[in-house]
């Protein structure tokens, strides 16, 4: 347990002329009095700036199969020790995981305050392969999440930041050189959807999927949770696709999930599965190689196909891996076409 931590990775922020204080952690730029709260809820200024308030503390912690982040084509079938906080830097009407990204108080976090070198322990001892950042926004717990990734890397365990990628370029950086894998919302191709829905722009999350594949060594993969009536037309899904291939190339894996209605978008009738599958096939058609449907039984949708001569190199039922023939490299057995990811788990840094 611990009472108080310096982090090695201190988030920006600036004092402004006026008493305030503007936090640079994400395109929010949330100016902030002393004791006031960011949009974010657990990043609030003090007489000498921003900090994270709730530095230690979880919401919530579980052994996940990596395939529930989602992640298809890094360690597959392999253990995360996934841990949550509260709050997020974005404010989606549609979000599942409301009751931890919107709070209105602490109570949801546990009172004991663990050390990063607890978590990683953690994670070795239930044979985990990787930490997974989740349940709520890990950029917003930018100090803490650093810390762990830092004495995780030390165990040989990797690191998984599930995220929006709302993030300002200064510390993009360093948290995805962090990271050995991420999978980023891409909520909609609309800027005027981003704001009106979830209170950001487009602009910075497009920006953040660029800096990771180009800029880093984390694996990288998307998500799309598909709202009917909402992002799903024809014509902003071809947008989506065609910059993704543009920008990001046809290896980048794309998920298309399902939305169930949750929060303040209860009026809205979930996704039917024919909604993801007729995504899927644009994406395909267009010449994405690995496009995914998440929350729905679809078993051609869930199994990662070879792009050579299309063989099953990875079958699932649900987020449980049935059947993995992924040979040395990543290399199908059956024809030798390379299936970009990681598959084998990082070595300790010391």
């Known amino acids: 347990m611990i009472e108080r931590m310096v982090s090695r990775h201190p988030a920006p922020w600036r004092r402004l002329e006026d008493s305030r204080f503007e936090c640079g952690l994400c395109p929010q730029r ?9 949009i974010c809820f657990i990043r609030r200024a003090t007489e000498e700036g921003v900090i994270l308030s709730e530095y230690g503390r979880l919401s919530s912690v579980a052994v996940d199969p990596i395939e529930k982040k989602p992640l298809y084509h890094f360690l597959p079938g392999s253990s995360s020790l996934s841990l949550g906080t509260i709050g997020c830097n974005l404010i989606c009407r549609f979000c599942q995981n409301w009751h931890i990204s919107k709070p209105n108080d602490d109570s949801a976090l546990g009172e004991e305050r663990l050390a990063p070198e607890q978590i990683a322990e953690a994670a070795t001892r239930t044979r985990c392969a990787s930490v997974s950042y989740t349940y709520n926004e890990p950029i917003i717990g930018f100090e803490f999440t650093l810390d762990c990734a830092d004495a995780c890397r030390e165990r040989g365990l990797a690191n998984v930041a599930v995220t929006n990628g709302y993030i300002e370029p200064e510390p993009r950086e360093e948290f995805f050189s962090a990271m050995d894998a991420t999978n980023v919302d891409l909520k909609s191709f609309n800027d005027r959807w981003y704001r009106r829905v979830c209170g950001a722009h487009l602009q910075p999350v497009l920006d953040t999927l660029v800096f990771i594949r180009s800029k880093t060594r984390c694996w990288l993969e998307i998500t799309t949770l598909l709202i009917p009536g909402e992002n799903d037309s024809p014509s902003e899904l071809t947008r989506l696709v065609d910059w993704v291939l543009s920008n990001l190339g046809p290896e980048v894996p794309l998920h298309f999930t399902a939305f169930h209605p949750n929060y303040r978008m209860l009026d809205h009738e979930p996704t039917p599965p024919e909604l993801l599958q007729r ?13 995914y449907t998440g929350n729905i039984w679809d078993p051609e949708g869930s199994t990662t196909w070879c792009s050579g001569c299309g063989a099953a190199l990875v079958r699932r039922r649900g987020f449980t891996v049935t059947e993995l023939r992924v040979g040395s490299g990543g290399r199908c057995p059956q024809c030798g076409q390379v299936c970009p990811g990681v598959w084998e788990p990082p070595r300790a840094s010391r």
Do not use: F, I, S, T
Not at 30 to 38: A, E, I, N, W
Not at 279 to 291: N, P, T
């Open 30 to 38: 949330c100016k902030l009095r002393p004791g006031q709260r960011g």
């Open 279 to 291: 995504a899927r096939k644009l994406a395909m058609d267009a010449g994405m190689r690995y496009v």
